[in-house]
T-cell receptor
């Protein structure tokens, strides 16, 4: 069955610290991979995507993600977190339809 | 260019009532989907469409109907509302092939009492 696992429900970091959000997937083949961000009361905004090629992809707002085929993972990273990064982050996989993980809520302390 | 427009933004229904959540996009996107978002459960796919006249079920289709008579519109119908359908509903669209990822609407918050 196709599924996406985000094992961390809630992460708290200090402003300026580095960040890594984990995402693992189960799919028949290597799917398209996405990270989205949702601020409170808002819709979802695409941060970055991976289809093929270089396994390290850059996105908006200083985020990057690395695809590791052997681990079926697509972890999101940011070297230095800003207070405005506090939001919920969703990993998604698929082709014609996207399957989403349950999300990771990021809290940033000053 | 309005993107993905969902109406209404808020709705309260009584159990057993029916209603239609509207979704329209002006980007000529082939793919459209409906998701519901519940706390701790992420986004769950209700129905999706890969083009006009083509729809398919997602993970949680029961109690919902869709149709896609035009490229622009993808309405979601609740046949007989139940409290379990209290949720935030998101519509999303994408060009064919998902190469750009989904563009999401701002959501409809539905409460069934």
């Amino acid at each position: 069955a196709q599924s996406v696992t985000q094992p961390d429900i809630h992460i708290t970091v200090s402003e300026g610290a580095s960040l890594e959000l984990r995402c693992n997937y189960s799919y028949g083949a290597t799917p398209y991979l996405f990270w989205y961000v949702q601020s409170p009361g808002q819709g979802l905004q695409l941060l970055l995507k991976y289809f093929s090629g270089d396994t390290l992809v850059q996105g908006i707002k200083g985020f990057e993600a690395e695809f590791k085929r052997s681990q079926s993972s697509f972890n999101l990273r940011k070297p230095s977190v800003h207070w405005s990064d506090a939001a919920e982050y969703f990993c998604a996989v698929g082709y014609d339809k996207l399957i989403f993980g349950t999300g990771t809520r990021l809290q940033v302390f000053p | 260019n309005a993107g993905v427009t969902q109406t209404p933004k808020f709705q309260v229904l009584k159990t057993g009532q029916s209603m239609t959540l509207q979704c329209a996009q002006d980007m000529n996107h082939e793919y459209m989907s409906w998701y519901r978002q519940d706390p701790g459960m992420g986004l769950r796919l209700i129905h999706y469409s890969v083009g006009a006249g083509i729809t398919d079920q997602g993970e949680v289709p029961n109690g919902y109907n869709v149709s896609r008579s035009t490229t622009e519109d993808f309405p979601l119908r609740l046949l007989s509302a139940a409290p379990s359908q209290t949720s935030v509903y998101f519509c999303a669209s994408s060009p064919q092939g998902q190469t750009y990822g989904y563009t999401f609407g701002s959501g409809t918050r539905l409460t069934v009492v």
